[in-house]
């Protein structure tokens, strides 16, 4: 399967640990998002790269919020002290973004609970 | 965060019926694309649109670009028991930003 990977696939952790997730997105693809969604809802947006630069961040990606793409391939999240509003579906999603066209592929997320 | 406004919030259909879903925004999007997610799962992309006006179909299934650029709607015809799932529609504003905005989603539910 060539898809976008996440790991891992549950994150159960007690407030205040760090927790890090790791993205692996189809190969080839220059652009990688993060994205968070909560029970009921879209997916909302956080951050996203063009290869290893971070082009652009949301404001709730607050500073316990980290993200990389280091080579420009996989890309980690960090979220440092987590809270009990932490607690969510992240989602990865990676597009070969050419001209106006700019399809996203999910990755099946990792969810994570924060006790 | 800014959403899109999806509608309806949920539908439950006889198998064999068509299905109708839209989404509205009060600021212009230059792409819609419509995504399906199963609990527990990724959402996965159905159609992409680019133009104002345009009509594709994937399949059973569907989906315009409004003329106004702020809307979008998406037809499943003759469901079929595995068409159950949550439908959500997405908008990018501008190719400046690689930012989908998504809507909250239409559950559907589909009786055999």
């Known amino acids: 399967d060539t898809g976008v990977s996440q790991n891992p696939r549950h994150k159960i952790t007690k407030r205040g640990q760090n927790v890090t997730f790791r993205c692996d997105p189809i190969s080839e693809h220059n652009r990688l998002y993060w994205y968070r969604q909560t029970l009921g809802q879209g997916p909302e947006f956080l951050t996203y790269f063009q290869n290893e630069a971070q082009l652009e961040k949301s404001r709730l990606l607050s500073d316990r919020f980290s993200a990389e793409r280091p080579k420009g391939s996989f890309s980690t999240l960090e979220i440092q002290r987590t809270e009990q509003g932490d607690s969510a579906m992240y989602l990865c999603?990676?597009?070969?973004?050419?001209?106006?066209?700019?399809?996203?592929?999910f990755g099946p997320g990792t969810r994570l609970t924060v006790l | 965060g800014q959403q899109l406004n999806q509608s309806p919030q949920s539908m439950f259909i006889q198998e064999g019926e068509d299905v109708s879903m839209n989404c509205t925004s009060s600021?212009?999007?230059?792409?819609w694309l419509w995504y399906k997610q199963d609990p527990g799962e990724g959402p996965v992309l159905l159609i992409a649109l680019y133009k104002a006006g345009e009509l594709t179909s994937n399949g059973r299934l569907t989906a315009q670009f409004g003329i106004t650029r702020k809307d979008s709607f998406l037809n499943i015809s003759a469901s079929i028991p595995s068409d159950v799932g949550i439908y959500f529609c997405a908008g990018q504003a501008s190719s400046n930003t690689g930012k989908l905005i998504f809507g909250q989603g239409t559950t559907l539910q589909v009786k055999p």
């Open positions: 600021s212009i999007f230059n792409t």
């Open positions: 999603a990676s597009s070969l973004a050419w001209g106006e066209k700019n399809e996203q592929f």
